[in-house]
Nanobody, 123 residues
Framework: QVQLVESGGGLVQAGGSLRLSCAASGRTFIRYTMGWFRQAPGKERESVAAINWTGGTNYADSVKGRFTISRDNAKNTVSLQMNSLKPEDTAVYFC?????????????????WGQGTQVTVSS
């Protein structure tokens, strides 16, 4: 069982930056691929980024070059550094954990989810 708690969301102007963090419980954190997903009002949940235990990463095309995912296995945390934010990045951002070793961006591959943190980018 893995419990995930996100933090770091907020309101930022377009072009600004935010850093999201996700704290995970459990001593087997290193075994999980960790992902970030987001859901805007009236839209389906979409993938953002993922990182596996070796540090391999994968990004959605919409955030490549702007967002960076990282993890600290000693602290059981995964972070998402978001730069050059755009109004279309506004969404609730979710942290998730997958027992798969591949750096998957498929939401169905993730067994554990956090409650989400709101990110709002004003124009």
């Amino acid at each position: 069982q893995v419990q995930l708690v996100e933090s770091g969301g907020g309101l930022v102007q377009a072009g600004g930056s935010l850093r999201l963090s996700c704290a995970a419980s459990g001593r087997t954190f290193i075994r999980y691929t960790m992902g970030w997903f987001r859901q805007a009002p009236g839209k389906e949940r979409e993938s953002v980024a993922a990182i596996n235990w070796t540090g391999g990463t994968n990004y959605a095309d919409s955030v490549k070059g702007r967002f960076t995912i990282s993890r600290d296995n000693a602290k059981n945390t995964v972070s998402l550094q978001m730069n050059s934010l755009k109004p279309e990045d506004t969404a609730v951002y979710f942290c998730a954990a997958s027992s798969r070793t591949a750096v998957t961006l498929i939401a169905l591959h993730y067994e554990y989810w956090g409650q989400g943190t709101q990110v709002t980018v004003s124009s």
